[in-house]
């Protein structure tokens, strides 16, 4: 038991340390993700208005940013992806019933966007709504399996919140699948091999006679 403990406490201590290097407020995977523009026709100078904001996002201009996609969404308010960008800032931020907002008016425009729903479930589980959470984050999932941040954070939350260990154990295979290096694979290994070890083989079936 004390080795469960001690383990489990060497996974929070690391992430502790990603959160302190991405700067969120609990152990999520959506750092340096922003939703681009949906694939349909777009006018130029619509598109033009919407990569000035995107690019203030990414250089983290985030009160230019903020500033230029609350007056894109005002001036142009059935664009998805608009409303999740500004929900990150808004998280970012702390200001999370106004990044609800955002994710909501979002999801109204396109239901089953994995990156909203991604938020939704971030969001979710930081108001320690953990099965909503857990409901958004496989709502990403069923709508794009390919979508490994919902793998991550869905692991994360069997993992560390609901003590799910063998869903835990699923979800951060799912993302070892998926994702790309980007530097967190070496970790996730380890929570993976540590699940291993503490949840054992599976049982044996017993062979027919």
Request: with cysteine.
């Amino acid at each position: 038991m004390y080795q469960n403990f001690t383990s489990r406490l060497v996974r929070l201590a690391a992430f502790a340390v990603l959160t302190a290097v991405v700067g969120c407020a609990a152990p999520e995977k959506m750092q340096n993700e922003q939703a681009v523009s949906e694939q349909v026709v777009i006018p130029v100078a619509v598109q033009r208005e919407y990569s000035a904001a995107l690019m203030q996002l990414e250089a983290g201009d985030f009160v230019t940013a903020t500033a230029q996609f609350e007056a894109f969404v005002e001036k142009h308010p059935d664009y998805a992806a608009a409303y999740i960008n500004l929900a990150s800032i808004y998280a970012q931020q702390q200001r999370d019933s106004e990044a609800m907002q955002m994710i909501k008016r979002a999801l109204d425009l396109d239901s089953t966007n994995p990156v909203a729903l991604n938020r939704l479930g971030m969001l979710k589980r930081r108001s320690g709504d953990f099965a909503g959470a857990e409901s958004a984050w496989q709502s990403a999932i069923a709508s794009n399996p390919d979508y490994a941040n919902a793998w991550y954070n869905l692991g994360v939350l069997y993992d560390l919140y609901l003590q799910n260990l063998p869903a835990a154990l699923e979800h951060y295979r799912g993302y070892q699948r998926l994702s790309s290096n980007d530097g967190s694979d070496e970790m996730v290994a380890r929570w993976v091999a540590d699940l291993e070890t503490r949840i054992g083989p599976p049982p044996q079936t017993a062979k027919a006679r």
